[in-house]
């Protein structure tokens, strides 16, 4: 049986700490638990709900996300939290009972982006299962919430993933002011059982990894190579902070890479840095002399 490692990861919300494991922990289910008494059916959440300084716990996925009490600073006690969770996932334990019949609660966070303009909203359950990204409410026909969010007249462009939402803003308003009311209006609409996109929405995540496949044999062997780096190294780095990348294109006789940036990504003013000082030097220094530039297209 391989040991199961647990790592601390910071949010840009200071109160919230990501614990990430090297394992799955729900079977495919996400829970909020408020306090001790809504735990019942998950025996680590009660342990750590005996920690004074706890206040709310998200569990999805391979991670348990745990929201602190002004009382303590994170740096001070994250390690001991990280370890205690790991001896009990080490000990064979069950981390939530999991029956078909629990009615899962929704519960949306916000937490800040590299970009000033988006917000991403953080679900405690899956919302869609392929990347949708929408610029207008005319291009939000498959999608009654993107729809209904872009009556909000300050909202520019939503773009799912998994179980979040990033929102972009037009500079009419600040987030401080309608942050609680994006949250709450998010939070409603998924408890009266509303779809995030319709029933016949033109993307499935198995016809996208479908067209992906098809068209990654199309390319050269250079450009195969910078879309498993991307894949490999950035993706990951990039959807934690609520947006995408995505290969464009590749031409062998300037050495340029083109991207297509994604929900909180596009149009982010560090982004120019990201991309000259983070994944362009990745490629040249994996790639040793194959590319030159990297250049970025807002989705």
Same mark, same amino acid.
């Given at each position: 049986?391989?040991?199961?490692?647990?790592? /601390?990861?910071? @949010?840009?919300?200071?109160?919230?700490?990501?614990?990430?494991?090297?394992?799955?922990? @729900?079977?495919?289910?996400?829970?909020?638990?408020?306090?001790?008494?809504?735990?019942?059916?998950?025996?680590?959440?009660?342990?750590?709900?005996?920690?004074?300084?706890?206040?709310? +716990?998200?569990?999805?996925?391979?991670?348990?996300? /745990? !929201?602190?009490?002004?009382?303590?600073?994170?740096?001070?006690?994250?390690?001991?939290?990280?370890?205690?969770?790991?001896?009990?996932?080490?000990?064979?334990?069950?981390?939530?009972?999991?029956?078909?019949?629990?009615?899962?609660?929704?519960?949306?966070?916000?937490?800040?982006?590299?970009?000033?303009? %988006?917000?991403?909203?953080?679900?405690?359950?899956?919302?869609?299962?392929?990347?949708?990204?929408?610029?207008?409410?005319?291009?939000?026909?498959?999608?009654?919430?993107?729809?209904?969010?872009?009556?909000?007249?300050? &909202?520019?462009? %939503?773009?799912?993933?998994?179980?979040?939402?990033?929102?972009?803003?037009?500079?009419?308003? !600040?987030?401080?002011?309608?942050?609680?009311?994006?949250?709450?209006?998010?939070?409603?609409?998924?408890?009266?059982?509303?779809?995030? %996109?319709?029933?016949?929405?033109?993307?499935?995540?198995? !016809?996208?990894?479908?067209?992906?496949?098809?068209?990654?044999?199309?390319?050269?062997?250079?450009?195969?190579?910078?879309?498993?780096?991307?894949?490999?190294? /950035?993706?990951?780095? %990039?959807?934690?902070?609520?947006?995408?990348?995505?290969?464009?294109?590749?031409?062998?006789?300037?050495? +340029?890479?083109?991207? &297509?940036?994604?929900?909180?990504?596009?149009?982010?003013?560090?982004?120019?840095?990201?991309?000259?000082?983070?994944?362009?030097?990745?490629?040249?220094?994996?790639?040793?002399?194959?590319?030159?530039?990297?250049?970025? +297209?807002?989705?």
């Amino acid at each position: 049986m391989n040991t199961i490692k647990v790592s /601390v990861q910071t @949010t840009s919300n200071p109160s919230i700490v990501k614990f990430v494991t090297s394992s799955f922990l @729900t079977n495919y289910n996400n829970y909020e638990y408020n306090n001790i008494d809504e735990a019942s059916n998950s025996p680590l959440t009660q342990q750590l709900f005996h920690l004074p300084f706890v206040k709310k +716990i998200y569990i999805s996925g391979n991670f348990i996300a /745990v !929201e602190r009490f002004n009382i303590v600073n994170w740096q001070d006690v994250q390690n001991e939290v990280a370890l205690q969770i790991e001896n009990y996932l080490n000990s064979g334990k069950q981390v939530v009972i999991e029956t078909d019949k629990r009615k899962i609660p929704v519960s949306i966070y916000a937490e800040r982006t590299p970009n000033p303009a %988006v917000l991403k909203f953080i679900c405690n359950k899956v919302l869609v299962n392929t990347i949708y990204e929408f610029d207008s409410i005319d291009d939000a026909k498959e999608s009654p919430l993107a729809t209904k969010l872009f009556h909000f007249p300050f &909202i520019k462009s %939503v773009f799912f993933d998994a179980n979040y939402i990033s929102i972009t803003k037009y500079d009419i308003t !600040e987030w401080n002011d309608v942050a609680t009311e994006i949250r709450e209006f998010i939070k409603q609409f998924l408890e009266n059982g509303n779809s995030v %996109v319709s029933a016949n929405a033109t993307s499935t995540k198995e !016809e996208n990894q479908k067209q992906l496949d098809e068209t990654f044999e199309t390319y050269d062997d250079t450009s195969k190579e910078i879309i498993n780096i991307l894949e490999e190294y /950035v993706k990951p780095a %990039v959807a934690s902070d609520g947006g995408n990348i995505q290969f464009k294109s590749y031409d062998k006789d300037s050495k +340029i890479v083109k991207v &297509i940036l994604q929900g909180a990504c596009s149009g982010c003013p560090s982004s120019t840095f990201t991309l000259k000082n983070g994944i362009e030097n990745m490629l040249k220094q994996m790639l040793n002399g194959k590319v030159e530039s990297v250049e970025a +297209i807002n989705g």
